[in-house]
């Protein structure tokens, strides 16, 4: 079975370091872009980024570069989003999720998604 | 950016009737190398994550139910529930994934009347 799973829900204060996980199992995790997206409470999608397990290739939302960074590790199959001064506007359901083809292209849909992870930044 | 826009936000259907959500961007997803529109819908459940419908505007995603259908090319497209069943209340959102960063759509929340 094609899945994604994530890491558990988080809670932090503001100011402190997070890295969330992603793993992949039942397909190539090399040959597929994984993305996330961010879910305010009670808000809808945002598009982050999409990184390429294989080469480490990434993209990300102009709104979000330089506050977050994506990173995979492919001998273990996971891909990480990662923050080393949480706010509390950080304070969301982060999903990953995989796009449905296979590369070399980066534009696609996603068609696997991972069951979420909340994350609360309070103080 | 390419904004999209979705439209209503809400909307509420008589079981068995026909639903219909728009969606606007503020550019056109269609490339001119292989005339595909860019474009998918997604419908989320409460406490789930979102789940692929639509690709390539028209494409329905293996699994979905024929009553789900995407229309439209260039900047405007449509989803339509022909046959609102209980089970699909849900929001339904558009991705552009023509250009970075990949836009979603605001949402249109489905509703049985």
């Known amino acids: 079975e094609v899945q994604l799973v994530q890491s558990g829900a988080e809670m932090k204060k503001p100011g402190e370091s997070l890295k969330i996980s992603c793993k992949g199992s039942?397909?190539?995790?090399?040959?597929?872009?994984i993305g996330w997206v961010r879910q305010m409470p009670g808000k809808g999608l945002e598009w982050m980024g999409i990184i390429y397990p294989r080469d480490s290739d990434t993209a990300y939302s102009p709104s979000l570069q330089g506050q977050v960074t994506i990173s995979a590790d492919k001998s273990i199959n996971t891909a990480y989003l990662q923050w080393s001064s949480l706010k509390a506007s950080d304070t969301a359901i982060y999903y990953c999720a995989r796009h449905r083809s296979p590369a070399p292209g980066r534009s696609d849909a996603f068609d696997i998604w991972g069951q979420g992870t909340m994350v609360t930044v309070s103080s | 950016d390419i904004v999209m826009a979705q439209s209503p936000d809400s909307l509420a259907v008589s079981l068995g009737e026909r639903a219909t959500i728009n969606c606007k961007s503020s550019?056109?997803?269609?490339?001119?190398?292989?005339?595909?529109?860019?474009l998918g819908w997604y419908q989320q459940k409460p406490g789930q994550p979102p789940k692929l419908l639509i690709y390539w505007a028209s494409t329905r995603e293996s699994g979905v139910p024929d009553r789900f259908s995407g229309s439209g090319s260039g900047t405007d497209f449509t989803l339509t529930i022909s046959s609102l069943q209980a089970e699909d209340v849900a929001v339904y959102y558009c991705q552009q994934y023509y250009g970075t960063p990949f836009t979603f759509g605001p949402g249109t929340k489905v509703d049985v009347k």
């Open positions: 039942g397909y190539s995790f090399t040959s597929y872009w």
């Open positions: 550019r056109s997803v269609l490339s001119s190398s292989n005339n595909k529109n860019y």
